[in-house]
Nanobody, 123 residues
Framework: VQLQASGGGLVQPGGSLTVSCSAS????????MGWFRQAPGKEREFVAT????????YYADSVKGRFTISRDNAKNTVYLQMNSLKPEDTAVYYC?????????????????WGQGTLVTVSS
C-alpha cells in the first residue's frame, strides 16, 4: 500500500488550502480514510475521517466547520479542504488508510500511512 500526500505549503492566516492523498496497492473503496496532523514537539492528532462510501464523516472539534474531508473513489484519492486557517493549524498532515474497517478517530486503527505534507500558516 502506498499513500502519497501532496498540496501542502505556506498560507496566510484566514486563507485556504486543499491537500490530497493518492492511494495505490489497495482496494480504495473498501478502506476508511483519515487525516491526522503533527505539529512540532507535539503528538500526532486526529483531524478528520471519512467512510468508504464518503457518506459518514467525523472531525476534530478544533477543525469542525473549517475543514472538509472528501474522497473520489474513481481516482483513489482523499482530500482535505482547509478554510479559515489559523497559525495553530501549522503541522505535517498525514493521510491514513484503514483497510479493516471504516471511519475511526484512533491512530492505532489505521494500518497504512502516507509520508506527510507540511502546511505552514503564517503571515
Amino acid at each position: 500500500v502506498q499513500l502519497q500526500a501532496s498540496g501542502g505549503g505556506l498560507v496566510q492566516p484566514g486563507g485556504s488550502l486543499t491537500v490530497s492523498c493518492s492511494a495505490s496497492g489497495l482496494t480504495f473503496s473498501n478502506a476508511g480514510m483519515g487525516w491526522f496532523r503533527q505539529a512540532p514537539g507535539k503528538e500526532r492528532e486526529f483531524v478528520a475521517t471519512i467512510s468508504r462510501s464518503g457518506v459518514t464523516r467525523y472531525y476534530a472539534d478544533s477543525v469542525k466547520g473549517r475543514f472538509t474531508i472528501s474522497r473520489d473513489n474513481a481516482k483513489n484519492t482523499v482530500y482535505l479542504q482547509m478554510n479559515s486557517l489559523k497559525p495553530e493549524d501549522t503541522a505535517v498532515y498525514y493521510c491514513a488508510a484503514r483497510t479493516s474497517g471504516s471511519t475511526s478517530l484512533y491512530l492505532k486503527e489505521y494500518d497504512s500511512w502516507g509520508q506527510g505534507t507540511l502546511v505552514t500558516v503564517s503571515s
